[in-house]
């Protein structure tokens, strides 16, 4: 077997994961040298995004379909890590009434992401048991089935996440050294998924999913093994989140942010890891530029719910003008290293 | 004995509203492909069109209902026109993230023309009386929805299989292709489903805004989720699987708020995709999934 030498696809993604680990680190670069402290705070939130942007492309991408869930699993996450890191006394005050123990309990950060990967991961094989068996559209819908269901259990048990108020005290053991450790390993195992036997099988049941089946491909378990994958990307991000903000609350997990990340995957391009860099990085840049203009002194009279219909009103036009003028986004099929190298003919596919 | 009678209505009455917006995804979603999330923006946007016209010209509720229903004919119409036309030959995924798109500017317009708090509107409250019929009581509304949804599939039933440009529509659920081999303008089938669904959607949306009294940016997200939910679990793209997923959606609903405790009142919603979720598990294509979905047309 192939099991150490890397076909040329994959030594290919090796290279291009290296290329953006380098743009990621040329950035924290560039804000070491000459950022300013707050401009901290936006970068982190960028690479925490960037991390479910990524992990969204593991399964949406590969697989093409569209879902909406992935707010649900970074919230599981940063609910369950938030709960286990929490020091027992700090829980006295902020979860009282936490039932089963729960605010009785502390644990090594370390341990509480596992805990945490280990839950979001075990409830992603079991929605993935429903999600791995419908087609298309069913999948859609559910993935929102899901959102909707997971926050509204948030919503309503506040004894133990607290509903619409912050859960807080949780530790802030994370800084943008370790969130960019995960960012650029999150690139890596994104490029080394894609580049793989499941990943080349589930980009091939997208193409063409009954000829996918004619040659042998379990397309249930190929769809299945990509959503578990993709969970554990989201459950990292949510753990980022909850490990650096200190609080949480169950108003982020929910549409505005899904929104807000498939517009960063769509505009980059679905079907590579690059694109979701970029796609991320972009909007990232341009949300910061708009929120800038609204304060500054050229644009008068913009209030702030207004401002929040602003940025989301451009989000819209974003989604809706890459599909109708670039419908595989700015990087459609191309890796980063395939603007760099040029791929050999022969490898050229036809789509 | 009243309180089964008075369930059951219920029950009727949800499942008519879901059937009634379903019916209206379904019918874009068998024509063209197109999973259609800016449903409820259109059904929002006939409520936020009654709350101006109601304002500033009359509140006579007759002309208010007719002017619902203009408005959201043609704004589903206009969106077909700008936004889903460039993406029409489009995979489903292309598609649905377009729609999805849609959804999100529209909403976030009415935030930015209109308010985030709820504009109230409440002309059509009449509608809601409470009748006696013999010992029960009994809200008219509820009976006004039942009927005019049965009403409405009745006449799209006859439509669909007695017209012209029905069958053409039939057709084209079945190999587009082909229906324009035959000469009929692809426009004209597909504006022809975009109308049908607005006009749906201002049923509902007459409907909601008698039980609301008041829009809002969201209004129609929950409804037509829930109508997505009834698509999905009766097969996407067939329309009796829409009514009928309507319809077990309704009766899942009232079925869930009966047995849950009142404690637990706000996970409604999420027990119904639950007990949607196992019944996927068991058929995962839907209840009644059209025949071509299964092989002719993938």
């Not at chain 1, 590579?272 to 609204?294: D, M, Y």
């Not at chain 2, 016209?53 to 229903?69: D, E, K």
């Not at chain 2, 509608?127 to 509820?142: F, K, N, Y």
Request: with cysteine; net charge positive.
């Amino acid at each position: 077997m192939t099991g150490v030498f890397l076909n040329t696809d994959q030594k290919r993604g090796l290279i291009g994961s290296t290329l953006l680990a380098i743009l990621i680190l040329l950035i924290v670069g560039a804000y070491a040298l000459w950022g300013e402290s707050y401009q901290a705070r936006i970068l982190y939130a960028t690479f925490v995004n960037l991390i479910v942007v990524i992990g969204l492309q593991t399964f949406m991408g590969n697989g093409n379909y569209a879902t909406f869930s992935h707010a649900a699993f970074m919230g599981i996450a940063a609910y369950a890590a938030a709960i286990c890191v929490t020091p027992a006394a700090m829980k006295a005050v902020s979860l009282p009434d936490a039932p089963w123990g729960l605010n009785a309990f502390e644990m090594h950060p370390i341990s509480a992401a596992f805990v945490a990967l280990a839950i979001t991961g075990a409830i992603g094989a079991l929605t993935g048991l429903f999600m791995s068996r419908l087609t298309n559209v069913s999948i859609t819908i559910v993935s929102i089935a899901i959102l909707v269901i997971v926050h509204s259990i948030f919503l309503h048990r506040t004894d133990i996440f607290k509903g619409n108020q912050a859960l807080f005290g949780i530790p802030r053991v994370f800084g943008l050294g370790h969130v960019t450790a995960l960012v650029i390993l999150a690139i890596v195992a994104a490029r080394l998924f894609r580049e793989s036997r499941l990943g080349l099988r589930l980009r091939a049941v997208a193409d063409d999913e009954v000829g996918a089946r004619a040659m042998g491909v379990n397309v249930v378990r190929a769809r299945l093994v990509a959503w578990i994958v993709s969970t554990l990307f989201f459950a990292t991000a949510g753990i980022a989140y909850a490990f650096y903000l200190g609080t949480i609350s169950a108003r982020p997990f929910y549409f505005n942010y899904v929104f807000l990340t498939v517009a960063m995957l769509i505009l980059g391009g679905l079907r590579s890891v690059t694109g979701a860099v970029f796609g991320t990085l972009l909007i990232s840049l341009g949300l910061e530029i708009i929120r800038w203009l609204e304060t500054g002194p050229t644009l008068v009279g913009v209030k702030l719910p207004e401002m929040l219909g602003l940025s989301g009103l451009l989000l819209g036009i974003v989604i809706v003008g890459v599909m109708a003028f670039r419908p595989h986004g700015l990087m459609g099929n191309r890796e980063i290293e395939d603007l760099v190298f040029r791929r050999r003919k022969t490898m050229e596919t036809s789509k | 004995m009243d309180y089964a009678i008075q369930q059951l209505l219920n029950a009727l009455s949800f499942g008519a509203e879901y059937a009634l917006i379903a019916v209206g995804l379904a019918i874009v979603f068998s024509i063209m492909g197109l999973v259609n999330f800016a449903h409820g923006e259109v059904i929002a946007f006939g409520g936020y069109s009654m709350a101006v016209v109601g304002t500033i010209l009359t509140g006579n509720p007759l002309v208010l209902m007719a002017g619902v229903l203009i408005a959201c004919v043609a704004v589903s119409l206009l969106l077909e026109r700008v936004a889903f036309r460039t993406v029409r030959n489009a995979d489903i995924t292309t598609g649905l993230l377009t729609a999805f798109g849609v959804s999100i500017i529209l909403q976030n317009l009415y935030l930015l023309l209109g308010s985030p708090r709820p504009i109230s509107a409440t002309q059509f409250i009449f509608l809601d009386r409470t009748l006696m019929l013999g010992p029960i009581h009994v809200s008219s509304l509820q009976i006004y929805e039942t009927v005019t949804t049965i009403a409405a599939i009745l006449f799209l039933t006859l439509f669909l299989k007695r017209s012209h440009l029905g069958i053409a529509m039939r057709a084209a659920s079945r190999d587009f292709q082909m229906v324009r081999l035959c000469g009929i303008r692809a426009n004209r089938v597909v504006a022809t489903a975009f109308a049908i669904s607005g006009l749906l959607a201002g049923l509902a949306c007459i409907f909601i805004m008698a039980r609301r009294g008041s829009v809002t940016p969201h209004m129609g997200f929950d409804p037509v989720l829930t109508a997505f939910i009834a698509c999905v679990l009766g097969g996407f793209g067939s329309l009796p699987g829409a009514v009928l997923g309507g319809f077990i959606l309704g009766f899942l609903e009232v079925g869930v708020l009966v047995l849950l405790p009142q404690t637990a009142g706000g996970l409604a919603q999420a027990a119904v995709f639950l007990v949607v979720a196992l019944l996927l598990f068991w058929r995962p294509d839907g209840i009644l999934t059209p025949a071509a979905e299964k092989g002719d047309k993938l």
